[in-house]
């Protein structure tokens, strides 16, 4: 019994030698693990707190330039609105002067309408050396008819009626050198534009045209003043 139970000194002590180096390195694993979990926790609370703050920061810079936009937008729509006002004014002004303007043109041309004014007088035909190739074609697209179509000063304009020795003529078209007060009728034959020769002729406007623009006023008003000066 005493022999089963012996057992050396030096036995027993390397036992509890390997013990202690079990423990120790136990404890070892134990705190590197625990330092491992530390550092973890560590870096993911620091990875987790940096991304809201920036997100949050992010989330702030979108929201304030939202409502940067939204005040340029407000802004835009304003002045949009003011210009969109603005030009109603501005057209209701154009508008009124325009009335304006043709209601003095109207009651103007109504007395100069009376007036006879001098015309020098000529007279063209079909021909080639008259019409240069146009024949009875004419400036306005009408065809020339004689005794009904006259050419005269582009600032007269197309459709216009006037009386000529009694008979009613229409300006229908317009002649390389019919310029100012002269006005070319249009006959059927050369030989008619030598016999007629050049003359002089008392005109009297008798309408305009529905069409005309103010602009055509304008123009008709401005030749018809030099036309009396
Ligand atoms: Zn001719």
């Known amino acids: 019994m005493e022999k089963a139970n012996y057992i050396p000194k030096h036995q027993s002590t390397n036992k509890k030698r390997r013990r202690f180096r079990k423990i120790l390195m136990l404890m070892r694993i134990s705190m590197l693990s625990l330092s491992f979990i530390a550092i973890l926790l560590a870096s993911f609370s620091i990875y987790q707190y940096g991304s809201i703050e920036d997100l949050q920061t992010e989330k702030q810079n979108l929201l304030t330039e939202i409502q940067s936009l939204e005040n340029k937008l407000t802004d835009t729509e304003k002045t949009l609105t003011s210009e ?23 009651d103007w041309f109504a007395i100069a309408k009376n007036f006879y004014i001098p015309f020098k007088v000529t007279y063209y035909c079909p021909c080639e050396i008259c019409s ?7 400036a306005s697209q009408k065809t020339a008819v004689s005794g009904h179509t006259v050419a005269m000063d582009p600032n007269i304009p197309f459709g216009t009626t006037l009386l000529i020795n009694g008979e009613e003529y229409t300006n229908e078209d317009v002649g390389g050198g019919v310029r100012g007060n002269h006005i070319d009728i249009f006959v059927d034959t050369h030989q008619e534009t030598i016999e007629n020769g050049v003359d002089t002729v008392y005109v009297k406007l008798l ?20 036309t009396y000066s």
């Open 132 to 138: 240069e190739g146009y024949g009875h074609k004419t």
């Open 207 to 226: 309408s305009l045209p529905d069409t005309i623009t103010l602009e055509e006023k304008n123009n008709l008003y401005e030749f018809l003043i030099s």
């Open 84 to 106: 969109s006002s603005q030009n109603q004014n501005l057209q209701a002004k154009v508008s009124t002067l325009e009335d304006k303007l043709n209601k003095e043109f109207d």
